[in-house]
């Protein structure tokens, strides 16, 4: 009978080849993602052009700072604010004279126009936050998956999930600070030195918590999302190893299961997806337009949703969210169990040298 794929440790490589398989898998996806959402934002930016954007006047900060721009941007990985000045400071990335019918029209024209490179627009300040925040969570699941299958005597049906919440919920909680810290700076051109006393005043005046603001929303969509991916993905990969009487997973298997299991949990996290993004809008509004942010609690939020909309506001932007993450999931994960096999044959290969 052939050995449970996802009752196998890591396979003797070290928490250093994981964080590399990791970050390896997480340049790969954002690579593979970003110009689909660049083509997204694009036609987003369009539809409200800076012309209708709010004006900001008597900013404490700046002497001239006229129109602003949010635009949520995800690589596959992570969302993140992207914030433009009057199409201006983010030229690469926003670019106002070409018109677009459609998606496929935007990617040609932006191809003829603009060159293959700008698909890639704004791809490097993401990936500054995008690497990290997966080498956390990927080698944070391993290493609790493999410590809670040596400390439960039975098959562990329920490990991937709890381990999968749990290495998301840290990623999320260290890299929640970051994120605010790199909006402001965007936001607000900031030096580092000027930085720092922003981020004393805000701590001062709001006490430490303010530096994880929006981490619930975050939290609240994430953490399901990651312990429904796992679970199901170790099922999944199960079955199609016992389906094709694999011994263990292919790189195809690797990337059929990660694709469905990214779609399922995609589907049902939607809700609180829609309730994420909004939240993320307000606080880039926040910091750029010095607008305070809504203080109702998610639940409130999804309820005033639901008021406005009915059922289907909550499930708001279905079909955009499953094309990106399914792919998404499993290019990530199929690269990243491709580099922790290359990692253990180097391994065992070294151990044979050395007898």
Known sequence: ???????????????????????????????????????????????????????????????????????????????????????????????????????????????RYEGIRSLWSGLPPTLVMAVPATVIYFT??????????????????????????????????????????????????LSYRELRVCIQSAVAQDGWLSLWRGWGPTVLRDVPFSALYWYNYELVKVWLCSWFRLKEATFMVSFAAGGISGMVAAVLTLPFDVVKTQRQIELGNMET?????????????????????????????????????APACAIMISTYEFGKTFFQKVNQERQLSSL
């Open 140 to 189: 944070g699941y391993d290493q609790l998956r493999d410590f809670l299958h040596a400390r439960v005597d039975s098959q562990g049906r329920y490990i991937p999930l709890v381990a999968g919440a749990v290495a998301r919920l840290g990623a999320v909680t260290v890299i929640s600070p970051l994120e605010l810290i790199r909006t402001k700076m965007q936001s607000r051109q």
């Open 1 to 111: 009978m052939a050995e449970n794929p996802s009752e196998r440790p890591s396979g003797g490589i070290t928490p250093m080849q994981q964080m590399l398989a990791s970050g390896t898998g997480a340049l790969f996806t954002s690579l593979f993602v970003t110009p689909l959402d660049v083509v997204k934002i694009r036609l987003q930016a369009q539809r409200t052009p800076f012309s209708k954007v709010l004006s900001v006047q008597s900013i404490p900060w700046s002497v001239h700072q006229p129109k602003w721009k949010c635009f949520l941007y995800c690589n596959g990985l992570m969302d993140h604010l992207y914030v433009c000045q009057n199409g201006n400071s983010c030229t690469a990335w926003y670019k106002t004279p070409t018109r677009f019918t459609g998606t496929l029209d935007a990617f040609v024209k932006i191809i």
């Open 289 to 325: 337009l010095q607008v305070t942010a809504s203080k109702s609690s998610t639940w409130l939020l999804m309820r005033r949703i639901r008021a406005e909309s009915g059922t289907r506001g909550l499930f708001a932007g279905f079909l955009p969210r499953v094309i990106k993450v």
